[in-house]
């Protein structure tokens, strides 16, 4: 299985940013998958983003609820994090992952770099 991230390396406080994870060697409908938005700052470490379950459940955590949402594109087997008003605090390492529960990840991608600054 292999996941890699897609979007913008830069976007501009207040801005919405938007990235996406294409799969290939597996399906993002595969009974009992989950595929996950982590990222990673210096500040704050590894953070759970949410996950979109084969089924098209979403969950997201709670401190992003407001402002996150989790979609797929089955035509495309991708998986799309979309985060509204971003601040610089939202500069990180954004990674796209695999796993049977939404809280374990067992293959993830490459990650992407994203920088929120004016």
């Known amino acids: 299985v292999q996941l890699q991230e897609s979007g913008p390396g830069l976007v501009k406080p207040s801005q919405t940013l938007s990235l996406s994870c294409t799969v290939s060697?597996?399906?993002?409908?595969?009974?009992?998958?989950?595929w996950t938005w982590i990222r990673h700052s210096p500040g704050k470490g590894l953070e759970w983003m949410g996950a979109?379950?084969?089924?098209?459940?979403?969950y997201v955590v709670p401190s992003l609820k407001s402002r996150t949402s989790i979609s797929r594109d089955t035509s495309k087997n991708q998986s799309t994090l979309h985060l509204d008003s971003v601040t610089p605090e939202g500069t990180a390492v954004y990674y796209c992952?695999?796993?049977?529960?939404?809280?374990?990840?067992?293959?993830w991608g490459q990650g992407t770099q994203v920088t929120v600054s004016s």
């Open positions: 060697g597996d399906s993002i409908t595969t009974n009992s998958s989950y």
């Open positions: 992952a695999r796993g049977p529960r939404r809280t374990t990840q067992e293959c």
């Open positions: 979109i379950a084969y089924s098209g459940k979403t």
